[in-house]
């Protein structure tokens, strides 16, 4: 069976970078009828928030990304590594290193200065006398000491590794008897059953430590998959300036979570020339053979025009759902579907339509300035009070629009004569729906009661 799985450390909240990660690894085992398993990499028991770990599965509920089974806790299972230590230490895998901090710092001293890489020089590797005093070993693994390591990546192709070049006997256990990233790692994915390894490229280093490890502990290897990493729109790597924040603020910013699936998904990946996948075309289309092997680039634009999208596209009834974390209660609305149905064609955001919303809802407070003093005029006030007049009763936005048509007819007006003075004393600004639709969800008499209000402001 294919399992894949997604291992965040609970030092920070989730960034939509870790979020894509999840989504390959999701989508993979899913479309294969396999097991995504998710792990807290929380061993740094000093860095670790309970906030955090809380924050990464709030997402997975948010973007309605389900995993298998029960979270693994790495900070639970400290006694299974140590098993494993044990273990490659009776085997004479691994072995205890005596070396102190003072005595590792003059030998990087000494091969920086011969413009060597700093590396471990194995002293301890073969040790058979009597260990210095006062000295808590730290556990390291016997690493091969010539040839390659070859990794066939499912992105990347082959890939070469000269073992001089970049191994040391490292360590898989401190002298506090903590292991190590590396260790925890490849004895989780083995015990787990992980047979996929979907993750970011800055790991692609780590890459030969755990395949030391995978065959040193007699474990299968996994299939490999390193993705190339996501660069803002000015090319350096993601940060928050960019966008990298936590995902759950994308839901406070008023993005739904298809948008941000849809938009994370196409950073590496495509089919075709398609744009917008649901989870269903993701779930059939995906395929991490396909991962582009160059970075790709956030684009805050696509993001809204994604989200734009699904705005546009979602049922009444789960937009009106989602509106009610920003303050918005559409049902509860008389003409609440109509209102949201306008509003949805120009929103962006569910902060936006919120926004929008709240203009139609609320009598205005105060007019946007440069919209007041171009549109409120001696000349519209009086065509304001004029039509303020033929509104005797409540009518759908076909019958507004009739009664308008005529009443511009007979006072020898167009449409723009009337329109956006209108929408300011309406809303306060003029950007609004269709003015017959705002003139619907008001009323005839809220409308009056509009336009009095401007027309005495105008008069003081």
């Known amino acids: 069976m294919l399992v894949t799985r997604f291992a965040p450390s609970p030092t920070g909240y989730l960034h939509i970078g870790g979020l894509r990660t999840a989504l390959y690894n999701y989508l993979y085992a899913r479309s294969n009828g396999g097991k995504f398993l998710l792990r807290i990499e929380d061993t740094d ?11 990464i599965k709030e997402a997975f509920a948010w973007c309605g990304l389900d995993h298998d089974g029960e979270v693994t806790y790495q900070s639970k299972r400290f006694d299974v590594y140590k098993e494993f230590v044990e273990k490659l230490l009776k085997e004479g895998k691994a072995y205890k290193c005596y070396m102190s901090k003072d005595e590792l710092d003059e030998l990087r001293a000494e091969q920086e200065a011969r413009k060597e890489r700093p590396k471990y020089d194995n002293r301890y590797r073969d040790f058979t006398g009597v260990p210095p005093e006062g000295i808590k070993p730290v556990i390291r693994i016997k690493s091969p000491l010539k040839g390659e390591i070859l990794i066939d990546d499912g992105i990347k192709g082959e890939v070469k590794f000269n073992v001089e070049d970049i191994l040391d006997d490292f360590i898989i256990a401190r002298s506090d008897g903590t292991p190590t ?7 989780d994915d083995a015990l787990m059953g992980v047979t996929h390894v979907i993750r970011g490229d800055d790991h692609l280093s780590n890459t030969p430590k755990q395949i030391v490890l995978y065959d040193a ?14 660069n803002g729109e000015d090319g350096k790597k993601l940060s928050k300036r960019h966008g990298a924040t936590d995902v759950m603020e994308y839901k406070r910013m008023g993005y739904l979570p298809e948008a941000l699936l849809n938009f994370l998904v196409r950073l590496g990946w495509s089919h075709g020339d398609d744009e917008i996948f649901s989870m269903e ?6 395929n991490p053979h396909d991962i582009n092997k160059s970075s790709s680039t956030y684009n805050a634009q696509k993001l809204d025009w994604l989200n734009a999208h699904y705005i546009k596209t979602l049922p009444y009834e789960r937009l009106a759902r989602e509106m009610l974390q920003f303050g918005i209660d559409f049902e509860a609305l008389s003409k609440g579907k109509l209102l949201l149905n306008s509003l949805r064609e120009r929103s ?23 919209a007041y003093a171009k549109f409120i005029t001696p000349d519209t006030i009086k065509i304001l009070k004029k039509f303020s007049e033929i509104l005797t009763l409540n009518l759908d936005a076909a019958g507004y629009e009739k009664i308008t048509n005529e009443f511009l007819e ?7 004569d009337l329109a956006q ?5 309406l809303t306060g600004n003029s950007v609004s729906p269709g003015i017959f639709e705002v003139l619907e969800v008001l009323g005839s008499d809220e409308v009056k009661k509009r336009i009095e209000k401007i027309t005495k ?3 003081k």
Do not use: C, W
């Open 217 to 230: 502990l007699g474990f299968k290897r996994p299939k490999f998959f390193h993705v190339a990493m996501i």
């Open 281 to 286: 075309q993701m779930l059939k289309y995906f």
């Open 410 to 416: 007979i006072n020898g007006l167009k449409l723009k």
């Open 348 to 370: 962006k955001t569910l902060i936006e339509m919120a926004n929008s919303a709240n203009s139609i809802i609320n009598p205005p407070n105060a007019y946007d300035e440069k």
């Open 45 to 55: 028991l000093k860095r670790n928030s309970e906030e955090a770990t809380i924050a």
């Open 421 to 425: 003075a209108l929408r300011v004393s």
């Open 457 to 459: 402001k105008e008069e």
């Open 181 to 187: 990233y590396n260790f925890t790692v490849v004895v």
